[in-house]
């Protein structure tokens, strides 16, 4: 193992389609060796930061079903779109119109959304109805200067029940529609990873990151030379997905 | 006025939004002065072509719609995007899923629908539900090669009852979940002028258009050297949209 590797402190985890499989009445399953994986990484001293485009529920709900998944996970330990959203309204005084899940309404909770000046739209499910998205729509485009936040931009993702159009295809619609550029909040966005990384509180040379396609998940990996991968074999060693991860890879943290 | 527009024979002339305001429940009012100036065109010896990318009702409902309002129409003077469609469908072998308006569904009748290798998407308002788009995503993301046809690519229209997300709204929606390129017909594709040119018997040299913003109505202008620009004013004296329509320009037709 390289040298950089052995100073790894702690690792950002990816969530759904790595730990587990979502949709179904139970929310999802787990995928077989993830949450002996969980442990035996916290075991080995490492820390661990979940990072989730997860906006179909409140953090603590996300948390819950993990736990009741089998996984040894904390509210703390997961870093959401949603509360980084909020960080950003609460910087800049927007107030927002939310195409968002109910189940995510808790998070803006404190958040003051009259007479909007900007709109948020996350993984809305099944309020992605014609009459909100123009809604939006109208919000948006009755703007001096349209602001539209975006809680990620993922094309899709698959439920048990099949493939459902994510977030980032709605907010390619209302982009198109508006003549603006969303900002997203969420992977793949540099601000989140390090946003993750100080709620970890690990710095970047002392972290590794694992689990979506390397390109989406580390900014650091799509620009220039890191200089080395090593497989998560070791860490994952038991994961029945370790052969899949293996194609993935462990990346050293740049300074960014 | 210019000689090459003493030459014009014919005209393409856009429809909803300058012939009428569309939506509520007759389906739209005409724009005060339309009916008489589309009268006086057609009695100073010039032809016409209605260039529609309407896709909420069949052409033969559109045309009783109009004559409803009271302008000189009939099918043959009206190109729509569904039967360009329907021509391209059967000279490509291709057996649509369909994601439209229930009103057009009567355009597609003659076409065969089963086992789909293509989605073909309008302005299907109401039905632009979370479901149908899930599962118009479906059918092209498991195709070896998406094909994804869609019926104009505007951004939003008003109704009376206000502003709503277009068919390209959606469009773009799926061509990035799919990662694909739809193919337009409909305004502003060059095809699809050349088939309301060729309806209308009138080569394009004799030929003027005018309505929408130039730019998109007219590929010819956006281009390169257009002789000289004429002002609708003496073509549609008397209409209330005048002070509008002399920003707009009458533009002859390249040869295309």
């Keep these: 193992?390289?040298?950089?590797?052995?100073?790894?402190?702690?690792?950002?985890?990816?969530?759904s389609g790595v730990l587990y499989d979502s949709g179904g009445e139970g929310g999802g399953v787990p995928?077989?060796?993830?949450?002996?994986?969980?442990?035996?990484?916290?075991a080995a001293g490492l820390k661990l930061q979940f990072c989730t485009n997860e906006t179909q529920a409140t953090r603590e709900k996300f948390v819950k079903k993990l736990q009741g998944m089998?996984?040894?996970?904390?509210?703390?330990?997961v870093t959401a779109p949603a509360?980084?959203?909020?960080?950003?309204?609460?910087e800049r005084s927007l107030r927002p119109h939310l195409l968002v899940h109910n189940d995510l309404l808790p998070e803006f909770a404190e958040i003051d959304k009259t007479n909007p000046n900007c709109v948020v739209i996350g993984d809305a499910a099944e309020n992605f109805t014609y009459a909100n998205l123009n809604e939006a729509f109208r919000v948006l485009i009755g703007m001096e200067k349209p602001v539209?936040?975006?809680?990620?931009?993922?094309?899709?993702y698959?439920?048990?029940?099949?493939?459902?159009?994510?977030?980032?295809?709605?907010?390619?619609?209302l982009e198109y529609a508006c003549d603006v550029q969303a900002e997203v909040v969420g992977k793949p966005a540099k601000m989140f990873f390090e946003s993750a990384l100080a709620e970890m509180g690990v710095p970047p040379q002392q972290a590794g990151c694992c689990g979506c396609p390397q390109r989406l998940f580390c900014p650091a990996c799509g620009t220039s030379g890191l200089r080395q991968h090593v497989a998560l074999r070791e860490l994952l060693q038991g994961c029945n997905r370790a052969p899949e991860l293996q194609s993935q890879k462990l990346c050293p943290w740049k300074q960014i």
């Excluded at 193992?1 to 969530?15: E, F, H, K, S």
């Design 148 to 156: 539209l936040i975006s809680l990620g931009r993922g094309r899709y």
């Design 70 to 77: 089998g996984f040894d996970i904390s509210v703390a330990e």
């Design 1 to 15: 193992m390289a040298a950089w590797a052995r100073a790894v402190r702690g690792l950002l985890l990816d969530v």
């Design 158 to 173: 698959k439920e048990t029940d099949g493939l459902k159009l994510d977030v980032g295809a709605y907010m390619k619609a």
């Design 31 to 42: 995928i077989a060796g993830s949450v002996e994986a969980v442990r035996r990484i916290k």
């Design 83 to 90: 509360p980084a959203a909020c960080r950003i309204l609460k």
